[in-house]
């Protein structure tokens, strides 16, 4: 008896995300670490007002270098908890940030896999080169064959739909 051939099984297409829906996850993400940052900020902002002078006396020497000092430390902060949010929700079993999750998108290597922290890590810095060049680094995801920004294409990663 003759046994019928079995078809290979196709994968899906990837759809890969585009700069306007990547741009609403940012945009969501941004709110809610924007919310966090105010606070950190009230927070700090109450120390740096213990050090205002008062009408009429100078800032010395000793409380401008507290005030450089604390807004050091608030900058190196907020750059801790958004590394933290980014580096270790998209490295996550989600594969996504909030803003991600909420538009059914994620973050994957080359071959669709989920990323290693140290990948997610190198995706977040890379981010920083992005934005150097004018942003043109976020702006290649409208025109590249992907849809990978520069900080996607240093990390060897993409930004597919779930859905």
Partial sequence: ???????PVQPAPVKY????MRFAAWFIDAVL????????SAFFGGGLAALAP???????????????GALGTMILV??????AYFAFLESSEKQATVGKMILGLKVTDLNGRR?????????????????LILGIGY???G???KKQGLHDMVASTLVVSAK
């Fill in 54 to 68: 008062r009408p009429g006396e100078e800032l010395s020497p000793a409380k401008l270098a507290a005030v450089f």
């Fill in 115 to 131: 990323i290693s922290f140290g990948r997610a890590a190198g995706r977040f810095f890379g981010k920083f080169l992005s934005s």
């Fill in 33 to 40: 670490l924007g919310i966090v940052n105010g606070i950190i």
């Fill in 17 to 20: 995300a585009g700069f306007w």
């Fill in 139 to 141: 702006i290649m995801v």
């Fill in 78 to 83: 907020t750059v801790a908890i958004q590394f």
């Fill in 143 to 145: 025109f590249t064959e």
């Fill in 1 to 7: 008896m003759a046994s019928a051939a079995v078809a």
